[in-house]
C-alpha cells in the first residue's frame, strides 16, 4: 500500500547575501514538520532552494566583478553548508538557474500565453531594486518601499503582463471561504489592501536587464522574478514535462511556509497561475512573523541580521533549533536578543530536561549500580504521570499540525517539569536509606527511565542530537526511539544498563557571557549581528591609536581575560581583552597594536578596562591588528 505523502516547501531564498537567522527560522520550522511527518509514516517531499535571477543578483555580481552564475554558486555553497550544519532534513534543493527549471517555466510562459492569459503592453510604476517589487503610490511608506526602507524608482518599459485582474472574484473566494491562508490574521490583509482595491494585472517580464530566463517568443524580454520563482514549487516534481510522476504523487503541497512579508505573492499571484494552467492550488499557505531585533525587521537590504552559524558554534545546532521553535509563537513577531536566548537555554534545557536526565542517571547508578530494574510497586504518584506519558504525543502532533511549534514544545515540557516533580514526590534518596522499600525505589526509577525514554523519543524531531545521547544512555533499542512508541508506556526491559553521560546543556552564566564577549569589543549583539551603516562623522568619533603592549597578566578571576599595560605616547592605559585562549602571554609584551582609546572606561569582571584592542577572527585564528609605528600615533 502506497504511504499518504506529505509536501512542505520553504521560500526559495534570495542568495544576495549570506543568508540570517529569520531564513533560518523559516526552515528549522519546515524541518521539524517534515522530520515529524516522516516519524508518523508519511512519504515526505521538503523542498528548498534559491531565486536566483532578476536584477539585483546581477549588480552584486557586477560590483563584485564577477559573472553572475560564479558569484551565486558561490553563495549557494555557503548557503548548503549553512543548512548541513543545521542538520536540515531537505529532500531536494532547487535553484532557479538550473537547467530544467529553466525550461519548465518557458514551457508555463507558453501554456498562459496560448489561453490569453499574457499579452504584451507597457509598464510604468514604481520599483524597488533590493526587493525585486513594484509598488502603487498608495503602498509605499513615507514614499519609500514598505518592505525595506529604500528609495523606489519610476520605471517605465515593454513587457509581458499576466491578467491576474481576470482572477480576483476567484481569489476572493479562495481567501474568504476556505483555510488556505494562515493565521486567519493575514486574511483580511490580503482581501482589503489588494484584492478589494482591485488587481492590476502583473507584469512578468523586464527589458532593461538579461539576467534572466529568456521569453521564448520574444528574446528581448527575460521572465520576471514572481513567475520565474513561485513556479519552482511545481518545476521541482518535473511540471509540465512529467504530470504523472512526482507532480501527481505530491501536488498540491500540503503547506507552503512564508515570511508574512511575501504572503502577497503566494496568496494572490501564486494561487491565480495555478488557476490560469487548470492546476490545483496549495492547501495551505502559512505566512509566519519575523524575528526582530531593536530597529525593527531582520533584514539583508537593512544590514542588521543575526548570523546563526555564530550561534551554532557557541551554544550547538540542537540548543538554536529549541529556541527558535520554542520562543517565538510562529504566526506572530518576537523579539530577539541574547538575553532571552541564554534564559531560554538555561531554564528549558540546563535546568529541566539537562537536570532530570542527569539526576535520574546518577541515582540509578547510586542506587542501582547503573541497572533499570522493573518493580511490581504502585505509588500514589505513578498513574498522573504515566496518564502525561501515554497523552502526550497526541497533543504535541495536533499542536504541530497547526503549525504550533512552541507550544507543542511547551506540550512535552510539560511532561518535563511533571517528571522532575515525580522526584521530588516520591523522594528516592530517603526510599534508599530504607532496605525495606526496595521495590518502591525501583519502581521509582523506573518511571523516571522510561518517562525520559519516551520525552527523548518526542523531542527528536526538535533536538535529534540531544534525543540520541539520551536514548543511548538509557540503553534504549531502536523499536524504543521511534515517534510512535512514545505513547506506549512499559517498553523499557527489565534490567536495562544505563550509562554516563556528559552534561547535556551546561549552565551559562548569563552576565558572565555577556561580559566575555563585550571583552572582545563585541557584545553579544555585536557579535552576532551586522549593523546597520554608519556616516563618515559617525565613525571620525573613534580615536584609533598606536599602543606598545608593555605587560600582561592573568585575570583574577576570569581565565579567558587578559590585562594588559600599554604605553600609548606618554600615557599608560590598562585593557581587559578575552584572548587567553589565543596567546601566552610572551608572545604579546612587545607587540604594537591598534587602541579604540575613546572608549568608555568599564569593568570586566571587577577590573577596570580603559579602552579596546582591535583584533581580527576568522574560522580558525584570532589574530591582533598590529601595526609599525611609534606609540601614540593616530590611525586615520
Same mark, same amino acid.
Given at each position: ?20 537567522i ?24 521538503f ?22 552564475? $560564479? ?12 543548512? #548541513? ?27 498562459l500565453?496560448?489561453k ?12 524597488c531594486?533590493?526587493?525585486?517589487s ?17 528609495? $523606489? ?28 491562508l ?6 483580511n ?18 527589458t532593461?536587464?538579461? %539576467? ?5 517568443i520574444d528574446?528581448?524580454?527575460?521572465i520576471?522574478? %514572481? ?26 503541497a *500540503?503547506?507552503?511556509l ?14 491565480a ?16 512573523? %519575523?524575528i ?10 537593512k ?29 506572530q513577531d518576537?523579539?530577539f ?13 540546563a ?19 547503573? $541497572?533499570?530494574?522493573k ?10 504521570l ?17 503549525l504550533?511549534?512552541?507550544n ?28 525495606t ?83 572582545l ?24 591609536r ?23 605616547g606618554? #600615557?599608560k592605559?590598562?585593557?581587559v ?36 584592542i ?10 591582533l591588528?598590529?601595526? *609599525?609605528f ?7
Amino acid at each position: 500500500m502506497n504511504k499518504e505523502t506529505f509536501y512542505i516547501t520553504t521560500p526559495i531564498y534570495y542568495p544576495s547575501s549570506k543568508l540570517h537567522i529569520g531564513h533560518t527560522y523559516t526552515t528549522v520550522a519546515a524541518d521539524v514538520l517534515a522530520r515529524i511527518k516522516r516519524a508518523q509514516g508519511y512519504d515526505v517531499m521538503f523542498l528548498t532552494g534559491t531565486d536566483e535571477h532578476g536584477e539585483k543578483i546581477l549588480n552584486v555580481a557586477k560590483d563584485k566583478g564577477l559573472e553572475p552564475k $560564479v558569484y551565486l554558486d558561490q553563495i549557494v555553497s555557503e548557503i548548503k553548508e549553512l543548512w #548541513e550544519k543545521m542538520e536540515i532534513s531537505y529532500d531536494h534543493f532547487i535553484r532557479t538557474t538550473d537547467d530544467y527549471h529553466e525550461k519548465s517555466v518557458q514551457e508555463i510562459f507558453m501554456k498562459l500565453y496560448e489561453k490569453g492569459d499574457i499579452y504584451k503592453g507597457e509598464y510604468e510604476g514604481l520599483y524597488c531594486t533590493p526587493c525585486e517589487s513594484f509598488w502603487t503610490e498608495t503602498q509605499l511608506a513615507d514614499g519609500k518601499c514598505p518592505d525595506c526602507g529604500r528609495d $523606489v524608482q519610476k520605471t517605465k518599459e515593454e513587457t509581458y503582463f499576466f491578467r491576474l485582474s481576470k482572477y480576483q472574484d476567484r481569489l476572493l473566494d479562495l481567501l474568504e471561504n476556505t483555510d488556505f491562508l494562515q493565521p486567519k490574521s493575514r486574511v483580511n490583509e490580503m482581501v482589503n489592501n489588494f484584492i478589494k482595491q482591485g488587481l492590476d494585472d502583473l507584469s512578468i517580464s523586464r527589458t532593461s536587464f538579461d %539576467w534572466g530566463i529568456p521569453v521564448p517568443i520574444d528574446e528581448g524580454h527575460v521572465i520576471y522574478v %514572481w513567475l520565474d520563482a513561485l513556479s519552482n514549487y511545481i518545476t521541482a516534481l518535473d511540471y509540465p514535462d512529467d504530470k504523472e510522476g512526482k507532480y501527481k504523487k505530491y501536488w498540491p503541497a *500540503d503547506v507552503h511556509l512564508v515570511g508574512k512579508e511575501i504572503v502577497r505573492f503566494h496568496t494572490i499571484i501564486w494561487p491565480a497561475i495555478l488557476m490560469a494552467l487548470d492546476e490545483p492550488v496549495p492547501k495551505k499557505v502559512f505566512g509566519h512573523g %519575523w524575528i526582530l531585533l531593536d530597529g525593527g525587521k531582520m533584514s539583508k537590504s537593512k544590514g542588521n541580521i543575526v548570523d546563526p552559524v555564530i550561534l551554532i558554534e557557541r551554544y550547538g545546532v540542537d540548543a538554536i533549533k529549541y529556541f527558535l521553535m520554542r520562543e517565538y509563537s510562529f504566526g506572530q513577531d518576537g523579539l530577539f536578543t541574547n538575553e532571552v536566548l541564554l534564559n531560554r537555554l538555561n531554564s528549558d534545557l540546563a535546568n529541566d530536561l539537562g537536570n532530570l536526565v542527569s539526576r535520574t542517571i546518577a541515582m540509578i547508578h547510586k542506587y542501582n549500580d547503573g $541497572v533499570i530494574i522493573k518493580s511490581e510497586f504502585e505509588s500514589e504518584f505513578d498513574q498522573s504521570l504515566i496518564d502525561l506519558a501515554i497523552g502526550t504525543r497526541v497533543l504535541v502532533e495536533k499542536r504541530v499540525d497547526n503549525l504550533d511549534f512552541s507550544n507543542a514544545l511547551e506540550e512535552i515540557w510539560k511532561f518535563v517539569r511533571r517528571t522532575n516533580k515525580y522526584i521530588d514526590e516520591t523522594s528516592p534518596w530517603i526510599l534508599a536509606k530504607d532496605e525495606t522499600k526496595k521495590d518502591e525505589l525501583d519502581n521509582v526509577l523506573y518511571n523516571l527511565s522510561e518517562s525520559i525514554r519516551i520525552i527523548a523519543a518526542l523531542i527528536s524531531p526538535f533536538l535529534p542530537h540531544t534525543s540520541t545521547k539520551i536514548l543511548d544512555a538509557f540503553g534504549a533499542e531502536e523499536s524504543l526511539r521511534l515517534w510512535n512508541s512514545s505513547s506506549e508506556y512499559g517498553l523499557t526491559k527489565d534490567n536495562t544498563k544505563v550509562e554516563k553521560i556528559a552534561v547535556l546543556f551546561p549552565r551559562i552564566d548569563v552576565a558572565e557571557e555577556i561580559e566575555y564577549l563585550g571583552s572582545l569589543g563585541e557584545k553579544p549583539e555585536e557579535k552576532m549581528v551586522f549593523k546597520e551603516e554608519i556616516s563618515i562623522d559617525d565613525f571620525a568619533k573613534m580615536d584609533l591609536r598606536v599602543a606598545d603592549i608593555v605587560s600582561v597578566e592573568k585575570h583574577p578571576k576570569a581565565d579567558r581575560l587578559l590585562v594588559l599595560q600599554l604605553k600609548v605616547g606618554n #600615557e599608560k592605559r590598562q585593557v581587559v581583552s578575552g584572548i587567553a585562549e589565543h596567546f601566552k602571554i610572551e608572545e604579546l609584551i612587545g607587540e604594537k597594536v591598534v587602541l579604540v582609546a575613546n572608549l568608555k572606561p568599564v569593568k570586566l569582571r571587577g577590573v577596570l578596562s580603559q579602552g579596546m584592542i582591535l583584533a581580527a577572527c576568522d574560522d580558525k585564528d584570532l589574530k591582533l591588528v598590529t601595526v *609599525d609605528f611609534e606609540s601614540g600615533t593616530p590611525i586615520s
